[in-house]
């Protein structure tokens, strides 16, 4: 099989901030014996910048899909990342910028190439959130779209998400001709599963109880864990 990770909620207990979270020490090793037990792979498929990836799970460097497939690093090293929308992003920033310094509690934080909204402290300003994220959206002509998360509001230029870039390593060595498995636990993966599911593979969602398009559940980032060291221990 080919395996695909999200990392926070999935790899990576989630944080009251995206700074706050950290891998537990046995992941980073984990990961490298399931690279190498899979023939390399292996690939992390995340929200987060492949930059910030590396640096939550190092000393482990995989091939990976970052900030929503609009980045995404093959297993020979080589990193690739569609053009951006900078002057959207710029005003996005701007706006949201306005909203979260009128509100305690809110936390925007600037991906390059993208831009989010959290809203993990104050969900009681969810809604609003919502709001001011659509509008911004709006603003933009087209030339960004809103994403949401787990108390998360992300506006990043269309045309991608986890599924295309599940697609994208699945066109070369060492992931070409193989069964993908993708696991992950939030709204933003679902692209990825149904993109699996279309290629006859296997989906986890990471929660027992919401509505999803994954053929399997694990309950937690524990249970994960725990099926991941089952995998890499499996006779050959």
Not at 109 to 131: I, N
Request: hydrophobic share 45%; charged share 25%; glycine share 10%.
């Amino acid at each position: 099989m080919a395996l695909f990770l999200d990392v926070d909620g999935t790899l990576v207990e989630l944080a009251p901030t995206p700074d706050e979270a950290r891998a537990a020490p046995q992941v980073p090793a984990l990961l490298e014996r399931l690279r190498q037990r899979l023939g390399g792979a292996v690939a992390l498929v995340s929200g987060r910048s492949i930059a910030t990836l590396d640096r939550m799970l190092h000393p482990a460097v995989l091939p990976a899909v970052g900030v929503h497939g609009l980045e995404w690093r093959t297993a020979h090293g080589q990193t690739h990342r569609r053009a951006n929308a900078a002057g959207a992003l710029a005003a996005a920033r701007d706006q949201l910028h306005v909203f979260v310094t009128a509100h305690d509690g809110l936390l925007l934080e600037d991906k390059g190439l993208t831009v989010a909204l959290h809203y993990r402290a104050r969900p009681d300003l969810g809604t609003e959130a919502r709001s001011v994220a659509e509008r911004v959206a709006l603003d933009s002509g087209g030339r960004l779209e809103l994403l949401e998360g787990k108390c998360m509001l992300e506006l990043k230029p269309p045309g991608t998400d986890k599924g295309g870039g599940i697609r994208q390593l699945l066109r070369d060595p060492p992931f070409a001709g193989r069964r993908p498995v993708f696991v992950g636990d939030d709204v933003t993966d679902e692209a990825g599963f149904g993109a699996v599911n279309a290629l006859g593979g296997i989906s986890v969602v990471v929660d027992l109880d919401r509505a999803s398009a994954a053929t399997y559940r694990l309950a937690d980032v524990t249970a994960v864990l725990r099926w991941l060291a089952g995998v890499e221990q499996r006779p050959t």
